[in-house]
């Protein structure tokens, strides 16, 4: 006698499927609406809107770009990918396909974007996320982001072609100066502003006697950058040695700790500048 096959619950196939789906989605395997409506009287899953479905854990973003009728996008969505991020804000930013229809709902503050595409519940698909990013994010957050899914391997050729053909000519400049060997979000906003100045930038330099240091700016200034940890004991006289042997070998060391390369930039530029006129004096 054959066994019976074992069913998910809608709450197990939501969990599957991101936390959230349409209700005909749930139904293709083999959820009928009246286990749909029994879950949801019975508190294992939420109504979002008509024929939406959500667990009760769902992001409360993702809940409310769904309630709202698309995908949850922009910045939030980056993050979602695995994206490094500048910041995120509390708005809400909705994915609405190409002509999407909004719904009203409780507490409604979202952003939409219209772009080619299917907009179906849960986290909108990374390179509309880059696209919608690009209208909503400062260039350099834009361009961190994307510099992070082009070393990460998740742009394809293709997604890079798309990126180029739907944002505005005048970004073109930007996606020509990005780079897929960009180890972190700090080195892309990094080579971004210092462009913006009119430097470029080196990275992971290997300087003999002195050893690979993170950024040299203009041939002859070391800038490095300390983690969240204080530098103590042989770790401080270590890096001390290493400044001491490149400034015998006529290089300036800038160091700054990640918050100010990343929110004091006015800092570190008014450090940068005269530190690159005494090396080119």
């Known amino acids: 006698m054959r066994k019976a096959r074992r069913m998910f619950t809608p709450a197990q196939l939501l969990t599957r499927f991101g936390g959230i789906a349409r209700g005909m989605r749930l ?11 029994d879950a949801v009287a019975a508190g294992t899953i939420t109504r979002v809107r008509n024929g939406v479905f959500a667990v009760p854990g769902a992001d409360p973003k993702v809940v409310a770009a769904a309630a709202h009728g698309g995908s949850l996008t922009c910045a939030d969505a980056l993050r979602a990918h ?7 804000d509390d708005e809400v930013h909705v994915w609405l396909g190409e002509a999407g229809r909004r719904f009203v709902h409780e507490a409604c503050r979202c952003t939409v974007h219209y772009s080619p595409g299917r907009a ?3 986290v909108a698909p990374l390179v509309a ?10 260039p350099e957050a834009f361009f961190a982001a994307y510099e992070s899914a082009w070393n990460q391997r998740k742009l394809s050729a293709a997604d890079r072609r798309r990126i180029r053909a739907e944002l505005p000519k005048t970004a073109a400049w930007m996606l020509d100066l990005a780079r897929p060997d960009a180890q972190s979000g700090l080195e892309s906003l990094l080579r971004f502003r210092l462009h913006l100045l009119g430097f470029a930038l080196d990275t992971q330099v290997e300087i003999d006697g002195v050893g690979r240091v993170d950024f040299v700016i203009g041939g002859r200034v070391i800038l490095e950058v300390d983690g969240r940890l204080n530098h103590e004991g042989s770790r401080r006289h270590s890096d001390l040695m290493r400044d001491a042997a490149a400034s015998a070998l006529g290089y300036e060391t800038l160091r700054f700790d990640d918050a100010m390369m990343l929110y004091e930039w006015d800092v570190v530029v008014a450090a940068i500048l005269p530190a690159l006129d005494r090396a080119h004096a």
């Open 120 to 122: 179906d519940p849960g």
């Open 129 to 138: 996320a880059l696209i919608h990013a690009y209208r909503c994010l400062e």
């Open 27 to 37: 139904q293709q395997h083999g959820c009928t609406r009246t286990r749909l409506a």
């Open 82 to 88: 695995g994206i490094w991020t500048l910041r995120t």
